[in-house]
């Protein structure tokens, strides 16, 4: 008889997260400051990175401040649409 394996930790820790934490944090981190004018900050740390013009300890941290989240829903999102996950059912 095996034992059943336990699951990655961040796979453990994006299922007991939640979808709407990570929708929020998402859009919150992905998007700000607020009015994003004249982009978002993730947009313009994207494309210093894409310049070659990202150097800057600060503007590195930034960059994976502001990417975080919206990485762990799209992580989430795949591992939904494989079957990897399932919805939970509504109380």
Do not use: C, S
Not at 2 to 15: G, N, S, T, V
Not at 26 to 52: D, Q, R, S, T, Y
Not at 61 to 87: C, E, K, N, S, W
Request: charged share 20%; proline share 11%; aromatic share 10%.
């Amino acid at each position: 008889m095996q034992k059943a394996e336990k699951p990655f930790f961040l796979w453990r820790f994006l299922d007991e997260l939640g979808w709407p934490v990570l929708i929020m944090a998402a859009v919150m981190l992905g998007m700000a400051p607020f009015p994003a004018a004249p982009e978002p900050h993730l947009v313009e740390k994207i494309k210093m990175l894409m310049a070659g013009t990202l150097v800057k300890p600060m503007d590195i941290f930034d960059l994976f401040l502001h990417g975080t989240p919206p990485l762990l829903l799209v992580t989430q999102v795949v591992r939904y649409l494989t079957g990897q996950i399932q919805a939970k059912e509504a109380p």
